[in-house]
């Protein structure tokens, strides 16, 4: 399972939709909703179920019919039947409950676009890429000739396009020193958290959980500590719709959305409540607090 969720997004997107765009994807348990893409290696084969290993969500089975789809590069008359244990693959659909997908299509992942890595460029030496991930983790991408890329959203892109400061996604192999030779890569520039931040309302994906008080981090690093006190509202999502939840139902992962007062600075926002969206797995671990200041 190494690094085979890191990009699902942006590769997946490609395989799915014939390099039209990216698609939402496999990342800390989306909310279940129609269009929800998932991807990993098959652990199990049984009739219509198709048990996979995700990085997020844990095992997922994903279940097909008459109407799913298949799709593999190559190879139109691809079906369920040429699946076996063993090979990676993503699949889209609507989830059915927590752990099963109802699947509307199902493409096979070749071996040499398995493995993913994704972050932001800093450093752009001939044809070797550095990035460095949220967690501060770098990477080194070779790319070559054959590498396809995708820059800004041209299909026709090349190296020459790619800057320091781009978030970028590489699809390749990583071999035993952690080199990512890349056959497909993604990059666009920085753009502003789709969440807003800053005012009386506050939102973004909790890095730090210290009992009562909260640290969102964004792309552009900066930082917002979101404080509670016993008046705190908290409304987490079930699966019956919202209902009130506790302090403890905010941690580290956690997505939320908080209404209260800014301080004067705008560093702080004392919250009168908090809005805890879709979780990290209870099973999985929870990403480590941020090194930054």
């Known amino acids: 399972m190494k690094g085979k969720s890191l990009i699902v997004g942006l ?8 390099s039209a765009g990216f698609a939402a994807a496999d990342s800390a348990r989306p909310p279940l909703r129609p269009g929800v893409t998932v991807a990993g290696e098959v652990t199990a084969i049984d009739d219509h179920t198709l048990t996979i290993a995700t990085e997020h969500r844990g095992v997922v089975r994903v279940r097909t019919n008459t109407d799913t789809r298949f799709r593999a590069p190559d190879n139109p008359d691809f079906s ?86 781009m978030l970028l996604g590489a699809a390749g192999r990583l071999d035993a020193n952690g080199i990512l030779n890349a056959k497909h890569v993604f990059a666009s520039e920085r753009r502003e958290p789709r969440w807003p931040r800053g005012g009386p309302v506050a939102a973004g994906r909790v890095s730090q959980a210290n009992g009562s008080e909260y640290v969102l981090r964004y792309p552009d690093g900066s930082a917002l500590t979101i404080t509670t006190d016993a008046s705190t509202i908290i409304v987490r999502q079930s699966g019956d ?35 805890v969206g879709q979780d990290l797995p209870k099973d999985r671990p929870r990403p480590q607090a941020s090194s930054q200041p």
Do not use: M
Request: aromatic fraction near 4%; charge should be negative; proline fraction near 2%.
């Open 11 to 18: 590769f997946v997107g490609l395989l799915v939709f014939g």
């Open 80 to 165: 369920q039947d040429d699946i076996e244990v063993g090979d990676t693959i993503a699949a889209r659909g609507r989830f059915a409950d927590e752990t099963t997908l109802e699947a509307r299509l199902v493409v096979y992942i070749s071996p040499e676009l398995a493995d993913r890595a994704h972050g932001r460029v800093t450093a752009v030496d001939g044809g070797i890429l550095i990035i460095e991930n949220r967690d501060g983790v770098t990477t080194r991408i070779i790319t070559s000739a054959d590498t396809k890329f995708h820059v800004r959203g041209d299909r026709d892109g090349s190296i020459d396009d790619v800057k320091v400061g």
């Open 241 to 275: 719709g919202p209902v009130l939840g506790t302090l403890n139902d905010v941690i580290q992962g956690s997505l939320i959305v908080a209404i209260g007062i800014p301080s004067d600075g705008g560093d702080s926002l004392s919250a009168r409540a908090i809005l």
